[in-house]
Structure formats: structure tokens, C-alpha cells
Nanobody, 123 residues
Framework: QVQLVESGGGSVQAGGSLRLSCAAS????????MAWYRQAPGKQRELVAA???????TYADSVKGRFIISRDNAKNTMYLQMNSLKPEDTAVYSC?????????????????WGQGTQVTVSS
């Protein structure tokens, strides 16, 4: 099967930086589009940033100019560099990926999610 594991969350003061990582593991054939989502308490989950396999990126307006999404296809890993953090960035951040993988001898596809990592920004 396929697993996505996030790392890099934590607590930081406003104006600080954090870098999140999301690593895909398993019998992977290819990781296609990847994305970061976040969900704050009492709010709906929202898309933060997305990146295609060819490195085309999309950002939520609220993070443009502050966050940078990137990926390393050789390592099946995605990153989110978060700069100039604000208290309103506080949320659980989860990674999502469109993954093609081997199940036995069959090539399958999965919309995979990580377990989430907490980011807390204090004022």
C-alpha cells in the first residue's frame, strides 16, 4: 500500500518560519499531483498549495508571497516552506497526493492522505 508521512510541524512566534515535509512510501510507481491542505478548529479544510509533477504551482491567496511549495520526485517528497507566519496560519496541515502504486502485479491508483501535523503560531 501507500503511506504519506508529514513532518516539520511545531510552534513558532508570528513572523517566524517552518518547513513541512511529506514523504510518500510503498510500492510506488509514480506520484502525480501533490497538495497541502489545512484545517483550523471550527473551520473547513482548505487548500493551501498544490504542485504538479512538472512543478506547476497553485497557492491560496492567503499564503501567496509567504509560502513556497516544492517537491523532489526522486524522493517522492513534497515540501512547504512557510515564512512570515501569522496566528491565522494555525491549523493541522495535511498532505495529499495522487499516487500510482503496485498492488501485487496490478498497477493501482490512490488519493492518499497523511495523518496531519500541527502548526501553531503565537502572536
Amino acid at each position: 500500500q501507500v503511506q504519506l508521512v508529514e513532518s516539520g510541524g511545531g510552534s513558532v512566534q508570528a513572523g517566524g518560519s517552518l518547513r513541512l515535509s511529506c514523504a510518500a512510501s510503498g510500492r510506488i510507481f509514480r506520484v502525480n499531483g501533490m497538495a497541502w491542505y489545512r484545517q483550523a478548529p471550527g473551520k473547513q479544510r482548505e487548500l493551501v498549495a498544490a504542485i504538479t509533477r512538472g512543478d506547476t504551482t497553485t497557492y491560496a491567496d492567503s499564503v501567496k508571497g509567504r509560502f513556497i511549495i516544492s517537491r523532489d520526485n526522486a524522493k517522492n517528497t513534497m515540501y512547504l516552506q512557510m515564512n512570515s507566519l501569522k496566528p491565522e496560519d494555525t491549523a493541522v496541515y495535511s498532505c495529499n497526493a495522487d499516487v500510482q502504486y503496485y498492488s501485487g502485479v496490478t498497477l493501482s491508483r490512490k488519493d492518499a492522505w497523511g495523518q496531519g501535523t500541527q502548526v501553531t503560531v503565537s502572536s
